[in-house]
């Protein structure tokens, strides 16, 4: 289900990279800076909304919270399919529930004028920011699933395996929503997609049970969920009727999370990395076409962007290595993670490499770009099991918002700071030079040097403030 929910997540987000440029555009004319200042927005939105979320998941409990999170972000996901009806009639005082009419109405206005670009980005803001505070519910809850039913030594792959649901939801996005948007509009496409979200909601609503309460688990299983003994009192045995969150030990707030050493090297891990994978997410598509010419809809095009993320799902593997660390060297939980992030960051290093061999062929690019997504994959996985390790259960909803929130905000900057280079780069032309390359390409290169030596910069910052022998605060 957390595999499941994150995939829908990613395919959310997917809808509009793939089909702005090929199908919105031409329509609001919109250009490269406008499609990145829409996507920065979002990214703050989202982190605004995950420490909110965080804290809202271990109030309510993931049953209820889970649900509510994914209803609001699957609706903000279809609002999407009427922003060209609600910019027609903003402008123009026709309301039509038919989606060619609205364009051709809006055709007529003229598709070029100022007026269409900025409302219609103003009415995609407005959906983006429902859709991400519903989507900065997912992590939050599902890693908190994952500490009520894994002990440490587990989790890092568990989290791995569901958030490969990442990597799964942006790998089937190319094949199936240029078909959509060709065949029956980019509307349909947000519509389709959106829809997917309630029917995982009424899913989660019947089957979900925490494992205190459920008939499916036996004695055995629940004896190795509580098989870390400073967490044993967290789960306690006897059931009661109802799936509400158990209050056995003090929630840690989230003012109290920010005084400990803990939080902010946590912080500093996401904070430094993940505006990585949301450059990925977002720009590989656009990459792909102004370099190579394939758009999102062609074979070709399609092609590169499951051949990513085909790849970045060996982070699987990467979520592995720590519970193999533990299980045969006998390392502590803190050890295993930083030994393994220590890896994963030496693999980043091969994103110098990543402009210079894409000059070869699409397929070298799209190759290194899915092992830099795997190694990053991997280090969040590990990330987020850092959280279950420091933190007592019922706080860790709070600690995750906090964490997303500066993940939220390094991908704002990344995005914002990224469109404006790629503008400038691309205006500038041949006058913009950096390590040989010119233009848009000169400005990517900058981008993907920046994201080699990102993680080996947060790695050592975070081992400056949590050696390996580290104690948790608790």
């Known amino acids: 289900m957390l595999f499941l929910a994150t995939t829908i997540n990613y395919m959310d987000r997917q809808v509009l990279s793939l089909t702005w440029k090929d199908f919105i555009a031409p329509e609001f004319a919109w250009s490269d800076e406008d499609y990145g200042r829409i996507t920065s927005l979002f990214s703050l939105v989202y982190a605004i909304s995950m420490l909110l979320a965080g804290k809202f998941m271990d109030i309510v409990g993931v049953r209820r919270g889970y649900a509510w999170a994914v209803a609001l972000w699957s609706l903000g996901a279809m609002l999407h399919a009427f922003c060209g009806i609600a910019t027609c009639g903003v402008l123009t005082g026709v309301w039509t529930a038919d989606f060619n009419g609205a364009k051709e109405t809006l055709h007529n206005f003229g598709v070029a004028g100022l007026p269409i670009t900025t409302i219609s980005i103003y009415m995609f803001l407005a959906c983006r920011f429902i859709m991400a505070i519903g989507q900065a519910g997912n992590f939050p809850a599902a890693v908190k699933v994952t500490t009520e039913y894994f002990p440490k030594r587990d989790r890092a792959y568990t989290i791995s395996i569901f958030n490969n649901g990442a990597s799964v939801g942006a790998l089937i996005a190319p094949v199936t929503i240029p078909v959509l948007a ?251 030079h950096f390590m040989g390359y010119e233009g848009k390409q000169a400005a990517y290169m900058i981008v993907f040097c920046c994201f080699a030596m990102m993680y080996l910069i947060g790695w050592g910052l975070m081992r400056l403030i949590i050696p390996d022998d580290a104690q948790t605060d608790r």
């Open 182 to 432: 060709n065949n029956f509009g980019w509307e349909m496409a947000f519509i389709a997609v959106g829809a997917v979200g309630y029917l995982w909601m009424l899913l989660w609503i019947i089957f979900y049970v925490r494992p205190q309460h459920n008939d499916y688990v036996n004695q055995a299983e629940y004896d190795y969920i509580l098989q870390d003994d400073d967490m044993s009192d967290e789960l306690p045995p006897n059931k009661s009727e109802d799936n509400t969150e158990p209050v056995t030990q003090e929630r840690i707030g989230i003012l109290r999370s920010l005084t400990m050493r803990h939080t902010w090297a946590l912080i500093i891990g996401r904070f430094m990395t993940d505006g990585v994978w949301w450059f990925f997410l977002f720009w590989t598509p656009i990459y792909i076409y102004d370099f190579y010419g394939y758009t999102a809809d062609s074979t070709t095009g399609m092609g590169l962007i499951v051949m990513l993320y085909l790849i970045s799902m060996l982070s699987v593997l990467g979520g592995y290595l720590p519970t193999h660390l533990m299980t045969k060297q006998g390392l502590t939980p803190n050890a295993s993670r930083s030994r393994s992030m220590f890896l994963f960051a030496l693999i980043e290093l091969i994103g110098f490499l990543a402009v210079p061999l894409g000059t070869y062929s699409p397929w070298l690019f799209v190759t290194v770009v899915g092992i830099m997504a795997a190694a990053h994959q991997s280090w969040s996985a590990n990330l987020y099991s850092m959280i279950g390790d420091y933190f007592p259960r019922n706080s860790i909803g709070t600690v995750t918002g906090i964490n997303g929130m500066a993940g939220g905000a390094a991908s704002y900057l990344v995005m914002l700071s990224s469109g404006s280079l790629l503008a400038y780069a691309a205006n500038a032309g041949e006058t913009f």
